[in-house]
């Protein structure tokens, strides 16, 4: 548990007189799937904006492995091996499923030489064969533009899995996915992270799916961190619940 | 393997009828030579504007620039600035290897020119963060800002203009000449940009035009990949203006090199027309927009503005994807985007997720 990757110290984002995000504390170890979950607009995805350089913090610490990355760009924290993907699903929709999956390889030219380069036979096969882990190889040739969006999001999920992230960060994983799907998605969730040594950090609201995947959970309410523990812990907490139901 | 003898088929034929035409057509000379001038606007103009999807209304700077850079070198390889002004419409005044030598040396150092111009221009525009709209705005200021600085450059004849030298008698027929210029410029740019969409490059751009925020969430430095296509496109550009100039033999500042509401805008529409962000639509674009304006003054002068407009109307209403986009959408099929039914049947749940 000592190997922490990420570390959030004291983060605030306001935005005009709306505190998004009030002085957050949270550690996300090495290899670990950790939850973050809270009722609509505590802060979750403002939290997920901040930490991958999406806008800038007004006070606090950010840091990735080795690195202060609290005043870095998005480009340079995904290159870092730290890569979300959206609540909305972010595809590229007029390409097909496979040109969405090559142009995922990670840092993507590094030089000239390699920004005119052609494709290796590697990729292409390993964007088959993860577009198989999520179920999508037989559409592999058509527009992802023309999928339904839980397909988007399952090839959302392939194309961070491409790009070898060393964090992931899922902003809603099963949102809008068949109830049928979502266990698959969530054992190759769990296989991600237990085979390729992924650590993931995930936004969720689905209460069955968070409790079973996450090892820790932080419970964000108002901008502020209300509580944090292992999914015991959280159900029996009491301020989580009334946090949820609306007592005050 | 029959794709591959097909294709092997298209570009055998293209080539055997572009090779002949000049002597099937001999009255059409010109105009064929400037079928491909509009081929090549469309095609840099789509590696922007349609691949990448950043509207540019300012590639026609580039256009003007190869060709006064290439006007100016002729010039200054063989006349005094003074003596210029006098010598340049007489008969005889440059040998074949002279002329030669200025506009291929020029033409060159207007392709340098262009890419360093595209270059400073990518660092303030693109770097800045401009995108869709707000690009297109700020490129439709470099047209008008280049040929109002062109119009009162005493160096470059200001408002008066460029004379090209006369074309010497040794090189045969000017048109001809500048028909296999062209030609051969187009299949050069035609194989490159082909080479470029199919791999890193072109797909990079491609997902720079879909989503750019996603490029960026995954690591791709989106602005190298933004000003490097602007280079790229710069460059032919240029090229292409540079010969141009010397073809056309008058180079005015508004109305030929910078001429935004001409050229500037029939690139636009040619690839359009075509399909953007297509290799084949600007091609084919090009072909129908300057038959049909060849056909418009022809058999409608007086109203072949009007009928022009109309026919951009029309475009744009029927055909807002171009002719490829059009039919991409109707036979998916035959462009490659297809499902492999059997291999979903054998997948549990690849079905209405």
């Not at chain 2, 660092?123 to 995108?131: E, P, Q, T, V």
């Amino acid at each position: 548990m000592n190997d922490i990757q990420l570390s959030v110290e004291g983060v605030s984002k306001r935005f005009g007189g709306v505190v998004a995000n009030d002085k957050i504390t949270l550690n996300v170890p090495r290899g670990r799937i950790v939850g973050l979950i809270g009722p609509n607009g505590s802060g979750k995805t403002t939290l997920f904006n901040s930490i991958v350089g999406y806008h800038p913090i007004d006070e606090g610490s950010i840091r990735f492995e080795e690195h202060e990355i609290s005043r870095k760009r998005v480009v340079e924290i995904a290159r870092l091996g730290m890569i979300r993907t959206f609540q909305q699903t972010h595809i590229y929709g007029k390409m097909t499923c496979m040109e969405n999956m090559k142009v995922s390889v990670p840092r993507n030219g590094a030089g000239v030489a390699r920004m005119f380069a052609r494709f290796s036979p590697d990729v292409v096969e390993k964007s088959e064969s993860l577009l198989e882990f999520v179920g999508l190889y037989p559409k592999r040739y058509l527009l992802a533009g023309d999928l339904s969006f839980g397909q988007q999001k399952l090839l959302e999920f392939a194309m961070a899995l491409m790009n070898e992230p060393k964090m992931l960060l899922l902003d809603e994983p099963t949102a809008g996915i068949n109830p049928t799907l979502i266990n698959g998605l969530m054992e190759r969730l769990q296989r991600a992270n237990a085979d390729l040594g992924i650590t993931l950090f995930v936004i969720e609201h689905n209460m069955r799916v968070i409790m079973n995947l996450a090892e820790t959970i932080y419970c964000l309410a108002h901008g502020e961190l209300l509580s944090f523990g292992t999914p015991e812990e959280i159900q029996q907490d009491q301020t989580v619940i009334d946090a949820y139901l609306g007592a005050h | 393997m029959n794709g591959n003898s097909r294709r092997i088929l298209l570009y055998g034929g293209i080539g055997v009828l572009a090779l002949a035409a000049p002597w099937l057509m001999t009255a059409y000379r010109t105009q064929l030579a400037f079928l491909w001038v509009m081929i090549l606007l469309a095609l840099t103009w789509d590696l922007v504007g349609g691949q990448m999807g950043y509207a540019s209304f300012g590639n026609i700077v580039f256009f003007g620039v190869g060709m006064y850079s290439t006007a100016v070198i002729q010039r200054n390889l063989h006349y005094g600035l003074e003596e210029y002004a006098h010598v340049a419409g007489r008969v005889e005044s440059l040998s074949s290897g002279e002329y030669l030598t200025g506009l291929g040396l020029g033409m060159a150092v207007g392709a340098v020119a262009a890419v360093v111009i595209a270059l400073i221009l990518g660092i303030c525009i693109l770097a800045m963060g401009m995108r869709g709209p707000y690009f297109g705005i700020c490129t439709l200021g470099l047209g008008v800002a280049a040929g109002e600085i062109a119009s009162g450059w005493e160096y470059v004849g200001a408002g008066s203009g460029m004379v090209t030298p006369v074309f010497p008698e040794g090189l045969g027929e000017r048109a001809i000449f500048f028909y296999f210029i062209f030609f051969f410029l187009t299949v050069v740019t035609f194989i490159t940009l082909r080479r470029l969409y199919a791999g890193r490059f072109g797909l990079v751009i491609n997902a720079i035009r879909d989503d750019e925020d996603k490029a960026e969430a995954m690591g791709i430095r989106t602005t190298r990949y933004k000003i490097t296509a602007w280079c790229v496109s710069a460059f032919f550009l240029s090229l292409t203006g540079g010969a141009a100039g010397h073809l056309i033999g008058f180079i005015d500042p508004t109305e030929v090199a910078f001429a935004g509401p001409t050229f500037g805008v029939w690139m636009i529409l040619m690839a359009i027309l075509g399909g953007k962000g297509t290799l084949w639509g600007p091609v084919i674009g090009a072909v129908i927009f300057h038959v049909t304006q060849e056909v418009f003054w022809t058999y409608l002068f007086g109203w072949q503005r009007v009928a022009l407009g109309a026919f951009i109307v029309a475009i744009v209403v029927f055909f807002p994807q171009g002719l490829m986009g059009w039919a991409q959408d109707r036979w998916p099929e035959r462009f490659g985007h297809w499902v492999e039914e059997k291999a979903l049947a054998d997948t549990p749940g690849g079905e209405g997720a």
